[in-house]
């Protein structure tokens, strides 16, 4: 029997250590019902319906067929002067599939908020005033919907949801505010109208580098200062019984993170997992309708090195459209 010296001895035992280290994490891995809960979500901005980003979008349908997507449809397609209600309503279910999720988004359209019985508000807009003589045929969509009372709002809201109904589309439940602009004035407007759930929350500095230097990147900071790529869901109070439950748009889109920022987010979300093995933990990524052609790569990228790191790395991955039980 060979005789080990005291520093062969110190390094078997540190071996041994790290052994057990490495089983007992395995091990409760494998017995945790937690799970990283991927929803993949789409910003349809009322811009236009373009055959291109609609081909790609539905190239992506092909490609992933076991993701369901969190749609945040847009009521603006059918307020544009030229709008072929018909054709906007096939265009938009040409990429649908069961098992989505269909919510709201809203920007501050010309031709959706005057639709609604608002008056429109030409600032502030992340680009500046708009110029009234430019707005043909809409114009608004950089509009800040913060710039609207919670009355404002709520119409426009309700014009929304009735216009989706209308042409065949769910009652939504689930919002994104455009530019991600959901301050508490909104929450208590979507929160009026029976939403239970926003998606709004982000980092801003995802933006910083495109739109640093616009009002975009300063007012996200300002509602959004806690949020990182591991926030997880929670409940915001918004008075008078009234809640939310806030799933932040934690891996921000496509048109502002790489595939291996994606994949950066992901792997920010495995450590809380493994922190709390027992809970799920969601990351929330996605993409443009409008940009799918110039953006879907990116998205692309992520899930493919996503499903790559979980498999390696064992970590139990599913995709949803919204959280489950909170
Ligand atoms: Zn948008």
């Given at each position: 029997?060979?005789?080990?010296?005291?520093?062969?001895?110190?390094?078997?035992?540190?071996?041994?250590?790290?052994?057990?280290?490495?089983?007992?994490?395995?091990?409760?891995?494998?017995?945790?019902?937690?799970?990283?809960?991927?929803?993949?979500?789409?910003?349809?901005?009322?811009?236009?319906?373009?055959?291109?980003?609609?081909?790609?979008?539905?190239?992506?349908?092909?490609?992933?067929?076991?993701?369901?997507?969190?749609?945040?449809?847009?009521?603006?397609?059918?307020?544009?002067?030229?709008?072929?209600?018909?054709?906007?309503?096939?265009?938009?279910?040409?990429?649908?599939?069961?098992?989505?999720?269909?919510?709201?988004?809203?920007?501050?359209?010309?031709?959706?908020?005057?639709?609604?019985?608002?008056?429109?508000?030409?600032?502030?807009?992340?680009?500046?005033?708009?110029?009234?003589?430019?707005?043909?045929?809409?114009?608004?969509?950089?509009?800040?919907?913060?710039?609207?009372?919670?009355?404002?709002?709520?119409?426009?809201?309700?014009?929304?949801?009735?216009?989706?109904?209308?042409?065949?589309?769910?009652?939504?439940?689930?919002?994104?505010?455009?530019?991600?602009?959901?301050?508490?004035?909104?929450?208590?407007?979507?929160?009026?109208?029976?939403?239970?759930?926003?998606?709004?929350?982000?980092?801003?500095?995802?933006?910083?580098?495109?739109?640093?230097?616009?009002?975009?990147?300063?007012?996200?900071?300002?509602?959004?200062?806690?949020?990182?790529?591991?926030?997880?869901?929670?409940?915001?109070?918004?008075?008078?019984?009234?809640?939310?439950?806030?799933?932040?748009?934690?891996?921000?889109?496509?048109?502002?993170?790489?595939?291996?920022?994606?994949?950066?987010?992901?792997?920010k979300n495995v450590a809380v997992l493994k922190a709390n093995p027992e809970?799920?933990?969601?990351?929330?990524?996605?993409?443009?309708?409008?940009?799918?052609?110039?953006?879907?790569?990116?998205?692309?990228?992520?899930?493919?090195?996503?499903?790559?790191?979980?498999?390696?790395?064992?970590?139990?991955?599913?995709?949803?459209?919204?959280?489950?039980?909170?």
């Amino acid at each position: 029997m060979a005789i080990l010296s005291g520093r062969s001895l110190l390094f078997v035992t540190k071996r041994l250590a790290a052994a057990w280290f490495s089983l007992s994490l395995c091990a409760s891995l494998a017995s945790a019902q937690g799970k990283v809960r991927i929803v993949v979500s789409v910003d349809w901005e009322g811009r236009s319906l373009e055959a291109e980003n609609l081909a790609a979008f539905n190239a992506f349908r092909n490609d992933y067929p076991k993701i369901p997507l969190q749609l945040f449809l847009n009521a603006a397609y059918y307020t544009k002067a030229d709008a072929d209600p018909k054709l906007v309503t096939d265009n938009i279910r040409s990429v649908m599939r069961p098992g989505d999720e269909q919510g709201l988004h809203i920007h501050a359209w010309r031709s959706l908020f005057t639709a609604a019985g608002v008056t429109f508000k030409t600032e502030p807009a992340f680009k500046g005033p708009i110029d009234m003589e430019k707005c043909t045929p809409d114009c608004g969509h950089d509009v800040n919907v913060t710039a609207y009372s919670e009355a404002e709002l709520r119409k426009v809201i309700a014009f929304s949801i009735k216009t989706l109904k209308k042409h065949g589309f769910d009652h939504p439940h689930s919002f994104r505010a455009g530019a991600w602009q959901a301050d508490r004035k909104v929450l208590k407007a979507l929160a009026a109208e029976g939403f239970t759930l926003d998606s709004s929350a982000t980092d801003a500095d995802f933006l910083k580098e495109r739109w640093g230097k616009t009002l975009l990147y300063p007012v996200t900071k300002k509602i959004w200062p806690d949020t990182r790529a591991s926030t997880q869901p929670y409940t915001i109070d918004l008075g008078d019984g009234k809640k939310i439950l806030e799933l932040p748009n934690n891996g921000c889109l496509a048109d502002y993170v790489s595939g291996e920022s994606i994949l950066d987010s992901f792997q920010k979300n495995v450590a809380v997992l493994k922190a709390n093995p027992e809970k799920d933990v969601y990351l929330s990524i996605g993409f443009h309708q409008e940009t799918a052609v110039k953006y879907l790569p990116n998205l692309r990228k992520g899930i493919d090195l996503i499903q790559a790191a979980a498999a390696e790395q064992k970590i139990p991955v599913e995709f949803v459209v919204q959280p489950l039980g909170l």
